[in-house]
């Protein structure tokens, strides 16, 4: 098939009707997503905080590279799969990254609350691989496991895509409340 060449007719017509065109000094696209309280302040003093010792309770020990998967018996799995593939987009992040598993419990608590009551959907919690941790277990993202399954508007989470942190971070399906 051979290249069509414009005549000098079709171009004039291009011309007219595209006017005139500058070039582009930049031919990136930065998408930019919304943050909503990537740290949340504490609004009531007198919360307890999830405990922090090491999680039990039939609840497999993860690694740093393990993938997290968990949903709520009576939700669809198709939720999950949704879920899985970014289907549901963040509406909020908090990164939990060098915080004490008492920090992150509280700031986890609070970020959640506010969450369902700001009627997100899915959120975003980053907490690291745990790299530095000893014996190659990471505390935080065995403490969110945990955490999260016992959470009453936690419907389903997982680990992230590989863009948004892979499995050092979780998307998190939340109960819409009315």
């Known amino acids: ?32 997503k919304p943050k909503l309280a990537a740290k949340p302040r504490r609004e009531w003093i007198n919360q307890e905080p999830w405990p922090v010792e090491r999680p039990t309770g039939g609840i497999d020990i993860v690694g740093i590279d393990d993938y997290l998967a968990y949903i709520v018996p009576e939700v669809p799995k198709k939720w999950l799969e949704q879920l899985e593939k970014g289907v549901f987009v963040p509406e909020a992040e908090i990164d939990l990254h060098g915080l004490t598993s008492h920090q992150a419990s509280l700031q986890l608590q609070d970020f959640l609350r506010i969450g369902v009551k700001g009627r997100c959907r899915c959120v975003q919690i980053v907490h690291g691989k745990g790299y530095r941790s000893q014996d190659h277990y990471p505390i935080l993202k065995n403490h969110i496991n945990h955490w999260l399954r016992h959470h009453p508007d936690v419907l389903a989470f997982c680990s992230a ?6 499995t050092g971070a979780a998307y998190v399906l939340l109960r819409v409340r009315r």
């Open 161 to 166: 895509l590989p863009k948004d942190g892979g």
């Open 1 to 32: 098939m051979s290249k069509k060449v414009p005549t000098t007719e079709d171009s004039a017509l291009f011309r007219e009707v595209v006017g005139e065109v500058r070039p582009l000094k930049n031919d990136k696209v930065v998408l930019e």
